[in-house]
């Protein structure tokens, strides 16, 4: 359902990049291997779809082969994500993972299978994958990530959170942040959607924030199965880190947050609070 989609995004990426006349390469984001589209928002995309090939790798039960497809499948979409060269789609997709391992080996009995996954996942990307894309750019890749700086995200939350201040009750309207934006001296809408919220709502934006974190945390302490708990903190994490970065550009947030919201009781189990069905195995499969 989500994967599919974005093997079709990475295939457009290398068609970009096999059919281009003259590549460069700069430590900025790059259009033309992110296949022409955002590359911001086609590189969180396509680490989300790693991400969920490694969810199903770890968790699948019934087919072992397709253990190694997913961690095919996650290895190129996790590189093809680090070649648009924006930082995000790598970044959200370790904060994610990294909360999705923790979850996982408190809770669950497949603590071996997680570990090898971690471990051979570390070493093709850091020894084998990286390094020859790092040399395929001149060791532009290697720069690019090197640097630390939010490209002005932080100036742009500042001055949300000064427009909030200035107009707590109903803030300045839809849309209206980038005004303030341009008038500080730096050009973009806002790049962080708790800010957005705080100065293009107000109050009735900070009441929002306080029901979505609300129905985030409620994950941690409902009964459920363990491969639901982990599956649901994994959307709900990804979504929430997806949204510091690019706010709510695309759907995929908010489906994901929904996604790892609901919790769907099966119909003949003896004891309905301890045993739930992870959503995503309704959806019968990520293909």
Do not use: C
């Not at 093997?7 to 992110?34: D, H, K, R, Y």
């Not at 974190?213 to 994490?237: C, E, H, W, Y």
């Amino acid at each position: 359902m989500i994967i599919a989609p974005t093997i079709g995004v990475a295939s457009l990426a290398i068609v970009s990049i096999l059919s281009a006349s003259n590549l460069e390469f700069t430590t900025q984001t790059n259009f033309t291997t992110a296949g022409g589209s955002l590359p911001v928002q086609v590189s969180l995309q396509l680490a989300f779809g790693a991400v969920l090939a490694s969810y199903y790798l770890i968790t699948e039960k019934r087919t072992r082969l397709m253990v190694p497809l997913m961690l095919l499948i996650a290895i190129w979409l996790i590189s093809q994500s680090i070649f648009t060269f924006s930082r995000s789609g790598l970044y959200t997709a370790g904060v994610t993972l990294l909360a999705f391992f923790l979850v996982h080996l408190k809770q669950n009995r497949q603590r071996i299978r997680l570990i090898l996954f971690g471990a051979v996942l570390v070493l093709i990307m850091g020894y084998i994958i990286f390094p020859y894309m790092d040399d395929f750019t001149d060791g532009v890749l290697l720069a690019r990530y090197m640097e630390i700086d939010s490209t002005g995200r932080d100036a742009l939350a500042n001055i949300d959170i000064q427009v909030f201040i200035n107009h707590p009750w109903f803030g300045v309207g839809l849309g209206q942040s980038v005004i303030y934006h341009i008038g500080a001296g730096h050009l973009g809408t806002a790049h962080t959607e708790y800010t957005r919220m705080l100065a293009e709502h107000g109050i009735f934006g900070l009441f929002s924030l306080l029901i979505m974190l609300g129905l985030a945390g409620k994950q941690i302490f409902i009964k459920t199965s363990p491969d639901t708990r982990s599956f649901n903190i994994l959307m709900i994490v990804w979504a929430l880190v997806y949204m510091t970065s690019i706010a709510l550009r695309t759907a995929a947030p908010g489906f994901a947050f929904g996604l790892g919201s609901l919790v769907i009781s099966s119909d003949n189990v003896v004891d309905n609070e301890a045993k739930k069905i992870p959503v995503l195995h309704l959806l019968s499969n990520v293909f």
